[in-house]
């Protein structure tokens, strides 16, 4: 069977073709610029990349680029559109009523349309692919995988935000949760690594990247995560505050006169480790510069860390224990320090690492980094959403 996973952005389109009966990508890239010029970077396994400018309109145009370069003979990977078995759609909001991975319908459509006023960033790009998908492969399955729904089962008191009950009934303010393929897919694979049923553990996953989460998996099902209502509340980001006293933003506008706007600008694109360091959102570039004794660097460096730890003691107490800690995404799988700096003092929750390990650690597969005896095991496991997103758009495909 051939998968096809679409990743839409508002500007972006990335995709993936996945092999299921080996599990191999056979081609992957993206298309950015859409709507503004366009570029595509076409790579299969082996060969070079492809590189081209393109008039890329929309959505819809970027995907026939797509199956063309998927189908062409030269830098093709398939014979025909044909092969493709099924499409899975990488969708972050699925709201309150699309609790798991569900096909696409004119009905599944309209709803994500509804809730485009609390994810107008991600919605109105992921309905374009889905669109532009009916019409040019109308035969063919298409799957929604949704970032939120790991978080269905969340108990209301963990998900109503404490403000008047109405704004949650009537304008479905509450927590929704983000990144949830990839901490699904990462206890997953740990309880894997660990030989144990998931229904046994109690897990903390720390997905690390530009954009941060964490998760309390117990017994394989997300009980508590950090990001909210948006992708923003949580820990600090690389341009993203996360949480922050809400009276700052009511702050703000009043005495420097910003506009909701403005104000959300700043907190999503200027804060972070962007903003407390002033030279980067780049973790890499932080590090360095903390290093060196750039005190702003460092500062930020510390804010992450100990937003991180607090958020580990948190979720051990919410779950009464923990049997495993997870470290995923850009940062967590490759940024030792960070992860020696997270781990650091933490014997208290059981919590301790082999310093040579986290060091020495090999990239691009699960790498257990616990320190012998240690009571909790942490362990490095490269996420694969597009991959988690292949095997639930294959299992719908199927039925
Ligand atoms: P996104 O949330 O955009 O998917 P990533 O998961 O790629 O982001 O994470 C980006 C972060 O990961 C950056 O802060 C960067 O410093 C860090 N990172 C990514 N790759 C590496 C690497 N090879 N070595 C060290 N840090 C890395």
Known sequence: MKILVLNAGSSSLK????????????????CERIGAGGTVTHKRSGAEPYFEEIDLPNHGVALERVLSLLTSAEYGVIASVKEIDAVGHRVAHGGEQLKTSTKITESVIKYLESIVPINPLHGPPAIAGMKACLSLMPDVVQVAVFDTSFYSEIEDFRYVYPIPYEFYEQDHIRRYGFHGTSHRYVSAELAKVLGKPIEELKIITCHLGNGSSITAVDGGKAIDTSMGFTPQEGIAMGTRSGSIDPTVVTYLMKTKGYSAQEVEDILNKKSGLLGVSGISNDCRNITAAAKEGNKRAELAFKILVNGIKKHIGAYAAEMNGLDALVFTAGIGENQANI???????????GIEIDKEKNENFTRGIPFDI???GARVATWIIPTDEEYMIAIDTQKLAQQ
């Open 339 to 349: 992860r020696e700096a997270v781990c650091e003092n933490m014997s208290l929750f």
């Open 15 to 30: 995709y993936q073709l996945f092999d299921m009966e080996s599990g191999a990508v056979q081609a992957k890239g993206t």
């Open 370 to 372: 616990t320190k012998e």
